[in-house]
C-alpha cells in the first residue's frame, strides 16, 4: 500500500509516478538562496540532492478516497510518449501505484490538474492519435484561468489534453476556490501558472494541503519568499504560498507534495 495519511473519513495517498534529476543545476532554479539557506533546506530534506550535487525530483499524483468517492490530484509523467517525456523520466508507474492503493482508473470520479505543466498532465489522456481519458468516468478539473492562458503555458497540450478531454465530454472548467466534495476543495493558488490550483482536504482544525507546484523545494517551505525561476509570476506565487502555510486558522497543517522526497511534511 502507497503512503497515506487519514484526514477525518478522507484517505490522502501518494501515488509515485517517477523520479530524476531536474533539467538544470538548482541554483539556476533558485537564484536569490544562499549558501545557508541552501544548507538548512538539505537538512530538511536530504534526499532532494544526489551524489553529484543535482536536484533530485521525485513526481507524484495523489488520490483522495473516502466513501463519497475518488479524486486524483494531478496526472504525474506519463507514458513513454507523454508530453513530459522530453525531460522527464518517463515512463511513469502510475497504474501500478493505483492498482498497489486498489483503485482502478474506472473508479476516479475526478481529476483534478493543479496546472498545465508536463510532469503533471502525463496520464491524463493517453493513446497517441487514438487519444482518451485515462480515467473514463472523471471529471478533469482545472481553473478556467489557466485554460485562458494555455498558449502562454504550453499551446501544444490543447490538442493533446484539453481537445480530448472536451470531445469525451470530461472537461470542467472551475472558477476559483470550489467545493468539491464534503470537506474537499480547490483553492485557487496563482502565480506558478496564472491558474494554478491546489485542494485541501479538513478535518476539524486538521488540514491537508496537495500543493501542486505551490513549492517544488523544501527552500521554499523554509523561505516561502524564495522565488522559484520557472514561476510566470513569482510575486503572486509568493503571496499564495505565504497564505497557506501562514494561516493562523489551522491547528495541524500536513502538505502533500509532488516534488520533494517525503510525499507528506508536517508544517
Not at 44 to 71: E, K, M, N
Not at 118 to 144: I, M
Not at 146 to 164: F, M
Request: charged share 20%.
Amino acid at each position: 500500500m502507497p503512503p497515506s495519511l487519514q484526514v477525518g473519513p478522507y484517505t490522502v495517498i501518494a501515488l509515485a509516478d517517477g523520479e530524476g534529476p531536474f533539467f538544470s543545476p538548482r541554483a539556476e532554479a533558485f537564484p536569490d538562496a544562499t549558501a545557508e539557506q541552501w544548507a538548512a533546506a538539505d537538512r530538511l530534506d536530504p534526499g532532494a540532492l544526489d551524489a553529484d550535487g543535482r536536484w533530485w525530483l521525485r513526481f507524484r499524483a495523489f488520490a483522495i478516497r473516502s466513501d463519497q468517492g475518488v479524486t486524483v490530484v494531478d496526472a504525474g509523467i506519463g507514458p513513454v510518449d507523454g508530453p513530459a517525456a522530453s525531460w522527464a523520466p518517463v515512463p511513469g508507474v502510475l497504474p501500478a501505484s493505483l492498482a498497489a492503493a486498489g483503485i482502478e482508473p474506472s473508479d476516479v470520479d475526478s481529476v483534478v490538474i493543479t496546472h498545465l505543466h508536463t510532469d503533471h498532465v502525463g496520464w491524463a489522456v493517453v493513446g497517441g492519435e487514438r487519444a482518451r481519458p485515462f480515467f473514463p468516468n472523471a471529471a478533469y478539473l482545472l481553473q478556467q484561468a489557466e485554460l485562458d492562458a494555455i498558449d502562454e503555458i504550453n499551446p501544444q497540450l490543447r490538442a493533446t489534453l484539453i481537445d480530448p478531454l472536451r470531445k469525451a465530454g470530461q472537461l470542467r472548467p472551475l472558477d476559483g476556490d470550489t467545493p468539491l466534495r464534503g470537506a474537499v476543495r480547490a483553492i485557487a493558488t496563482p502565480g506558478h501558472t496564472p491558474g494554478h490550483q491546489s485542494v485541501l482536504v479538513a478535518s476539524g482544525r486538521e488540514l491537508v494541503a496537495v500543493t501542486g507546484d505551490l513549492l517544488v523545494h523544501a527552500i521554499q517551505l523554509l523561505h516561502p519568499e524564495l522565488a522559484y525561476a520557472h514561476e510566470m509570476d513569482p510575486e503572486q506565487a509568493r503571496k499564495s504560498r505565504e497564505r497557506l502555510l501562514h494561516n493562523r486558522d489551522v491547528g495541524t497543517l500536513r502538505l502533500a507534495t509532488p516534488h520533494l522526497s517525503e510525499p507528506f511534511i508536517a508544517r
